[in-house]
T-cell receptor
Framework: GENVEQHPSTLSVQEGDSAVIKCTYS??????FPWYKQELGKGPQLIID???NVGEKKDQRIAVTLNKTAKHFSLHITETQPEDSAVYFC???????????WGAGTKLIIKP | DAGVTQSPTHLIKTRGQQVTLRCSPK?????VSWYQQALGQGPQFIFQ???????QRGNFPDRFSGHQFPNYSSELNVNALLLGDSALYLC????????????FGPGTRLLVL
């Protein structure tokens, strides 16, 4: 069945450095790719998303890139801050009603 | 503008019991999806409700059922609870069934003993 692989499972970076999280999807028909941030005890919060007709999208310190040919997409966070510490999930849509298939998550740790 | 709300926040049940979880979508949204998130894993899609009908369903047994009310709020029911049903249950709403962006509530933490 369809799946999304996410790497790394844990990422530790120095405050101020950049962080990159990568995902690969299996369904070539997927056309919507959101990224969510989940803090302890809370529900996932949408931080950025990209559609298949766009190769890159940026919102302040956060950017997402999509390579449809290789079926992978990445989250880039620049100038990391302590409040960026959380678990980040990628997801890919399947089906006509945008059912989401999720990666296993990346725990991002920002070291002071 | 109220976001997605869920109740209760926490719940403890024993095996074999039944549970009902509730969700109110974000203002203006008419589509609700339910997800199960086991500890340390990504959410898994259970089903989606739109116009008071189940529109899509993930790989979950019939013990999981739902309902959507005319005001777009929704319930998730789980019968004959198993230990493995212990998880965070998340509700997400979207503007319509064909709108990609989903907004999540804080979840209901269910513990089955």
């Amino acid at each position: 069945g369809e799946n999304v692989e996410q790497h790394p499972s844990t990422l530790s970076v120095q405050e101020g450095d950049s962080a990159v999280i990568k995902c690969t999807y299996s369904d070539s028909a997927s056309n919507y790719f959101p990224w969510y941030k989940q803090e302890l005890g809370k529900g996932p919060q949408l931080i950025i998303d990209i559609r298949s007709n766009v190769g890159e999208k940026k919102d302040q310190r956060i950017a997402v890139t999509l390579n449809k040919t290789a079926k992978h997409f990445s989250l880039h966070i620049t100038e990391t801050q302590p409040e960026d510490s959380a678990v980040y999930f990628c997801a890919a849509s399947i089906g006509s009603n945008y059912q989401l298939i999720w990666g296993a998550g990346t725990k991002l740790i920002i070291k002071p | 503008d109220a976001g997605v709300t869920q109740s209760p926040t926490h719940l403890i049940k024993t095996r074999g019991q039944q549970v009902t979880l509730r969700c109110s979508p974000k203002s203006g949204h008419d589509t609700v999806s339910w997800y199960q998130q086991a500890l340390g894993q990504g959410p898994q899609f259970i089903f989606q409700y739109y116009e008071e009908e189940e529109r899509q369903r993930g790989n979950f047994p019939d013990r999981f059922s739902g309902h959507q009310f005319p005001n777009y709020s929704s319930e998730l029911n789980v019968n004959a609870l198993l230990l493995g049903d212990s998880a965070l249950y998340l509700c997400a709403s979207s503007l319509t069934a064909r709108q990609e962006t989903q907004y999540f509530g804080p979840g209901t933490r269910l513990l089955v003993l």
